[in-house]
Every structure is written in structure tokens, then in C-alpha cells.
């Protein structure tokens, strides 16, 4: 073999004769190759290098046949983490048990039940975790789908998510389109809660807000927590709270509520759709309540109708649920309507009430809901007031919740007194309530206070004068003009009923509006209460005659109405001298001696209530002991007026003092002369 200078120089000669003959220089380079190939490494290389090039040229031409026969033969689909689609093949291939056969698994802890394809699973039923083989990426599984087409899958876990691709053994797409139709029915329909997902299908699937603020969040809350719905979910808080939503667990000897977490998300079934549920936590409002809470709901549809029918049930269910409770909404300290309470419906005929005054009110505001076609055809505004007036503890407010009870209405309560509320957010309050509500307006009185609290003489000082009552400064930032332009707007015309408990009761179209005030009709302002805004004015006294004797009835019922009422379990008393059974009769003497010992017009309800409850099984007792009793009130009550005497004449000292040292100054700084002092204020008059 030439070596290299040999080479160069066979070049340059090649380069001198170039002009020469080509025949040279291939024979030359005949020569070079023959001389090479003498080599026996370099004959090696050369024929290894020969044979990769063949070996690699036909594996390229058999990948691309094989490619393109699969072309011919193959339907190829991929579906990637976060599309639904995902989630049908991916649970229909788990209910097909397609990885049973796999040998690339992660052994994760889970509940069994939850899973499509339990062997997967070393199931044990001892109500702890068992272990699953979840399937990992894998090599490819052949699946016999229907015992007619062969399908090849895989599964792929990259940074972005996990993607299945499926290549289906046809040359016809159907086959594949079929596959994924019977994926996306089974899914559907399938009872089994398909895991819950992170991912935003908003743009496939219809998704509702319900905010805490709006009532619907309260049906919705309601329907979720009835029991059907929430069977599929696992995560609860526990409360203990009765007035928290939640279903209860009467099996335990403490009922303790289940109510749905917050910032969790549970896949639900409602009706023949799954649907994924987040409540969103909300933020104490510094009265311990919770607001700006919200339930995020993803119904697995992609019809808006399918949600109407959604809220049109759960308003339902929570119509229905309301007959035996009536719902009170209560505001925030912001203004704006917050979480709802529920108590027991109070039957009407458990008022106590002068004869035919609970027949009246019912009857009107009955009368009032019914004729709304009527105001329109009249061009009347549509609303009617009611003023509930009269001394503490005599059934104002007991009236509002029978009659909303007995109405089937809400209460939408608003005290002009709490902090948040003003002109503005009264109005806003207002328009938030739906068409069909009782409104309940507190603390009137203590938002425009006229006089002093109490209603005696004024106290006068030593010459005579009267001394000027203590201005009470307004505890709400709500003005009278504020308050009549919200009744008299067109917020208002659209069938509230509206009570106001100081107590005035306002009907406004379908709703009620109900103001309440105690004691002191004259106190409220004309305009308030003139007909138009107030048309029923009813004043609740103390107990009457008639009254006491009903009281004694539902206390103790001896009459043949109020015993069929209250079923047999009532009704039965034993004398505590004789120890026999009192019968109707001697109930009905009973009563006419509780009666009788009572002055008439001297005591509230309430304040008899409290006196029969510490009694409820002894009639006997509760007459003996009236006496006693009526000496007990009446000496606790001079008590009560000396204390307020007191303390009046003390404010009046204090006040007359305070304006004598005021004269004193502006005297001074006017002539610097010395006023003459007004003197002690004496007894008898102000006058200690
Ligand atoms: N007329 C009545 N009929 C039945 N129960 C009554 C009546 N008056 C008072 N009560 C009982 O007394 C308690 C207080 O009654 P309620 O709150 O209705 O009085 P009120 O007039 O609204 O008092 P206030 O003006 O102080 O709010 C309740 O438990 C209620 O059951």
C-alpha cells in the first residue's frame, strides 16, 4: 500500500499531467482502491459500513410500508387528560378490565367501592383502604373489544398530562366511532361517581354560580344536603349546630349534621346526569356569620335547560321543606341579605288573641294576596299596611311567624338599628327580596325617636319649669324620608307584605311588610302610618278576661276542640291533693278560678306564659299559686317604677346642673356678672 507521500506525490504528478489523460488517473485510483483493499482492516470497515447502509436503508422502506399497509388497516385516536372524552374511555377501558393483563403498575391505597374494576383491587371488607394497581404508562394492551375488533391501547403519562391513544384493527372509522359513542353512553349512565377532576370543561359543559348572597344559594344548599343527592359524596364537616344546613344522623344519640365541605368538589348524581359540586368557603362578617360563600355547580350537559330544571327542583324541594318551618333571612353587617335561619311553624290557632282579631288579619292579608289582577285592573298600587302596636310580649312578633307559617312566606327581617344599614342599603334590601315575602322592619322607634322613652309628667325644678327630656339620639343611620320613599317605590309594589314590629305590618304587593313597634302608636310619625301606608292598625294589649281563660285551655285543654287538637296524649292531669284524674269539668272550674284571680289588662302574655311553664302538669298548682305570684309581680314592679324614678330624677339633677354651669359662663362672658344661681331643686317637685 502507497503510503502517504507516495499519495502527495501521485497527486502532484496527476496536477503536471492533468493535461494529459483521465485514463492515468482512474487507473490510478484503481490502483489506490486495489491497494487498499489490500488492507484487511480497512476491507472490514468498508464492507461493515456497505452492509449498515443496506440493513438501514431496508428497515426505513419497512417502517414506512408497515405504515403505510397500517395506514390501510389501522384507525389511530389519542385522548389527552382534561377532555371529557378522556374520561369516558378511560372508565369504560377500566370497566372492561383492560389492564388486568398489564405488568406496569403504582400500588396506590383506595376504596374499592369507588373503583370500575374491582380486580385491580386486593379488596379486603374490613372498612379500611385497600390496595389498588393503578395502571401506569404501559406497553401497549390489546383489548378483544366485543369479541369482533381488535384495538391496541396505550397509556402515556408526560409533564402535560396523561394521554391514552387507541389504535383500532379496521379499515373503517365506524369502528372507532362506535368505541367512543359506547365510551360516552356508558359514562353517562354509568352509576358508578367517575372521579373528581380539577379541570375546566366550562367550555363543553354548563356551569351555575350560586352565590351566598342570592337566595337560590339556600334552595340549592338545601336540595344538595337532602340525602339522595349527597349519598355519592365522602367529604363532610360534622356540626353539631342544629341551625347549620345539613342532614341529620338520627342514629346517634347526639344528632350531629353532615354539611358538605368547602373548597372541596364532589362528583354528584342528579337524575340521569353527573354533575361536580364546589362550595367555596366564605368569610366571617364579624357577627359570626358566614358571607361571600358560594356553591360552583358543573352539570355534565351541555343544555341551559337541564340547569333551569336543576334550580326549578331544588326551589321546590325547598318550597316543600318550608311548610313546616318558616325561613327568616337576616342581614349582614354590610347591607345585604346573609344566611337564613329556620324555625318551627307556629299554627295560628295557638295566638292568644282577642276574639276574631286572628281571623281578621288572616283573612286581609289573605284577601290582599289573592286580588292582585284586581289592584292592576283598579290602577291601585298593590300594597296594604299593617301596624302591629302594643305592650312587650303580647304576640306581635308570634303573629308575624304564625302568619307566615299559615301564608307560606318567608320573612325578610331588617332592624333599622343594625349596623350597615342606611337609606341606601335599606332600598337595596328591599329590592333584593323576592315578589312573594313577608318584610319584617324592626327597631322603628329606635330609628326616629320623637320623646323621651318613658311617658311620665316631665319633672320640674324649683321655679317650676319643666326640665328639658334627655334628647334620645337616633340609633339608625336610616331616615324617615329614607324609609317612606321605600315603602312608596316601585321596589315596593310587588306583592311584599310588609310588617313593621314597633309593630307596624305593611302590605306591599305580594309582599308583606310588617313594622313592629312597642307600646306607642303616637310615637311614630303621621306620615308613616297613614292609610295608604299603614291601612290595618291593630293594638295587642295585656291579657283579658277571654284571653286567660284560652290560655289556661292551651295550657291545660279541657275543651273538646282543643283536646281533639292536641290528640290523647294531652290533657291528662292528676289532682296533687286527691291524686285522681281531673276531668274536663274540672278543668273548665280550674280555668274560671284562674280567671277570676287575674286583674284583667294588668299582665302580658309572656309574662303569664313564664308563670304556667314553670307548671305545665299541675292546673291545680298553677291556680293555688297565682296569688302568690300576682304579690310577687306587683311588688317587683313598684321595685321596677321606683329604680326608674330614681334614675330620672338623677338625669333631671344632673341636667339642670349642666345647664346652670352653661348660664353661668355665657354671663360671665357677657357682662362679667355673676348670674343668680336657680337654687336646690326642691321635693315634690323634681325635687330632691
Ligand atoms: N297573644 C299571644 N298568643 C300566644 N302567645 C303569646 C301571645 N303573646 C305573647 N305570647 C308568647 O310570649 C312570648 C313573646 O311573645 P311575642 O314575642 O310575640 O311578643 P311581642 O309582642 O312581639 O313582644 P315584643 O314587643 O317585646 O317583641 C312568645 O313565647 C309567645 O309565645
Known amino acids: 500500500m502507497p503510503g502517504p507521500g507516495a499519495v502527495i506525490r501521485g ?14 488517473f482512474i487507473k490510478f485510483l484503481l490502483l489506490l482502491v486495489k491497494r487498499m483493499l489490500g488492507n484487511p482492516q480497512v476491507a472490514e470497515l468498508l464492507r461493515f459500513i456497505f452492509l449498515g447502509t443496506i440493513v438501514e436503508t431496508g428497515r426505513v422502506v419497512g417502517a414506512k410500508m408497515v405504515s403505510t399497509v397500517n395506514s390501510f388497516f389501522l384507525v389511530k385516536a389519542s385522548f389527552k ?31 374499592p367501592e ?5 380486580d385491580l383491587a386486593i379488596a379486603v371488607a374490613d372498612g379500611y383502604p385497600s390496595a389498588v394497581y393503578e395502571p401506569s404508562a404501559s406497553e401497549p394492551e390489546l383489548f378483544h373489544w366485543k369479541g369482533r375488533h381488535w384495538i ?7 409533564e402535560g398530562g396523561t394521554s391514552l391513544t387507541l389504535q383500532v384493527w379496521s379499515r373503517d372509522r365506524s369502528v372507532l366511532d362506535d368505541f367512543v359513542q359506547e365510551a360516552r353512553t356508558f359514562y353517562r349512565t354509568s352509576p358508578q361517581a367517575p372521579p373528581k377532576q380539577d379541570f375546566d370543561y366550562s367550555q363543553s359543559l354548563i356551569v351555575g354560580h350560586f352565590n351566598q348572597a342570592d337566595f337560590s344559594y339556600d334552595w340549592v344548599l338545601d336540595y344538595l344536603q337532602s340525602e339522595n343527592i349527597m349519598a355519592d359524596a365522602n367529604e363532610f364537616t360534622i356540626s353539631t349546630k342544629q341551625t347549620d344546613a345539613g342532614w341529620n344522623r338520627e342514629d346517634a344519640k ?28 366564605g368569610y366571617e362578617d364579624g357577627n359570626g356569620r358566614t358571607t361571600g360563600g358560594s356553591i360552583n355547580i358543573m352539570l355534565h350537559s351541555c343544555d341551559k335547560a337541564v340547569l333551569g330544571q336543576f334550580i326549578e327542583a331544588a326551589r321546590v324541594h ?18 345585604s341579605w346573609a344566611r337564613a335561619v329556620t324555625k318551627n311553624r307556629r299554627a295560628f290557632s295557638t295566638l292568644i288573641l282577642p276574639n276574631g282579631i286572628k281571623e281578621l288579619i288572616l283573612a286581609d292579608a289573605k284577601e290582599f294576596l289573592a286580588s292582585e289582577e284586581w289592584y292592576t285592573f283598579a290602577g291601585v298600587p298593590h300594597r296594604r299596611g299593617y301596624l302591629l302596636y302594643g305592650e312587650p310580649g303580647t304576640g306581635k312578633s308570634s303573629t308575624i311567624h304564625a302568619l307566615a307559617g299559615e301564608l307560606g312566606l318567608e320573612i325578610y327581617f331588617i332592624s333599622l338599628a343594625a349596623p350597615g344599614i342606611d337609606d341606601y342599603t335599606l332600598g337595596r334590601l328591599i329590592r333584593d327580596t323576592p315578589s312573594r315575602c313577608i318584610l319584617l322592619i324592626e327597631d322603628i322607634d329606635c330609628a326616629f325617636p320623637s320623646r323621651e322613652e318613658d311617658d311620665d309628667e316631665p319633672l320640674l325644678d324649683s321655679k317650676g319649669n319643666p326640665i328639658p327630656k334627655e334628647p334620645i339620639p337616633p340609633r339608625s343611620q336610616v331616615t324617615l324620608a329614607g324609609l317612606l320613599n321605600v315603602l312608596d317605590s316601585v321596589a315596593s309594589e310587588e306583592g311584599r307584605l310588609t310588617f313593621a314590629t314597633a309593630c307596624i305590618p305593611y302590605i306591599l304587593s305580594s309582599r308583606v311588610l310588617i313594622l313592629r313597634q312597642t307600646n306607642h302608636i303616637e310615637q311614630l310619625d303621621p306620615a308613616l302610618i297613614r292609610p295608604g301606608r299603614m291601612d290595618l292598625k291593630i293594638q295587642y294589649g295585656l291579657a283579658t278576661a277571654e284571653q286567660l281563660e284560652q290560655m289556661f285551655d292551651r295550657f291545660y285543654p279541657y275543651d273538646q276542640e282543643s283536646l281533639a287538637e292536641f290528640g290523647p296524649s294531652i290533657g291528662c292531669y292528676f289532682s296533687q291533693t286527691t291524686g285522681e284524674r281531673l276531668s274536663s269539668a274540672g278543668l273548665a272550674g280550674l280555668a274560671k278560678e284562674f280567671t277570676e284571680a287575674i286583674p284583667p289588662a294588668r299582665y302580658s302574655i309572656a309574662q303569664l306564659q313564664g308563670y304556667l311553664l314553670s307548671r305545665k302538669n299541675d292546673p291545680e298548682g298553677a291556680v293555688a299559686g297565682i296569688g302568690v305570684w300576682i304579690a310577687e309581680q306587683e311588688k317587683e314592679k313598684r321595685e321596677m317604677d321606683e329604680l326608674k324614678q330614681k334614675r330620672r330624677k338623677e338625669a333631671a339633677l344632673r341636667r339642670a346642673a349642666e345647664a346652670a354651669a352653661e348660664r353661668e359662663v355665657v354671663a360671665v362672658v357677657a357682662n362679667g356678672v355673676k348670674p343668680e344661681a336657680d337654687g336646690p331643686i326642691e321635693n315634690g317637685t323634681v325635687q330632691e
Do not use: C
Not at 497527486?11 to 492515468?24: A, D, F, P, T, V
Not at 369507588?114 to 374491582?118: D, E, F, G, L, Q
Not at 391496541?152 to 408526560?158: D, F
Open 318 to 335: 325547598y318550597t316543600n321543606a318550608s311548610i313546616s318551618r318558616v325561613t327568616v333571612h337576616l342581614t349582614d353587617n354590610y347591607g
Open 81 to 111: 387528560q382534561g377532555e371529557l372524552s378522556y374520561e369516558w374511555v378511560s372508565a369504560y377501558i377500566d370497566h372492561h378490565k383492560v389492564w388486568n393483563q398489564s405488568r406496569t403498575f403504582r400500588v396506590v391505597a383506595r376504596n
Open 11 to 24: 497527486l502532484r504528478h496527476l496536477k503536471i499531467q492533468s493535461g494529459r489523460s483521465w485514463k492515468e
Open 152 to 158: 391496541t391501547i396505550s397509556k402515556e403519562e408526560k
Open 254 to 281: 347526639q344528632p350531629v349534621r353532615y354539611v358538605p365541605s368547602t373548597n372541596t368538589k364532589q362528583r354528584l348524581r342528579w337524575r340521569e346526569h353527573w354533575m361536580q359540586v364546589e362550595f367555596v368557603i
Open 114 to 118: 369507588t373503583m370500575a374494576n374491582r
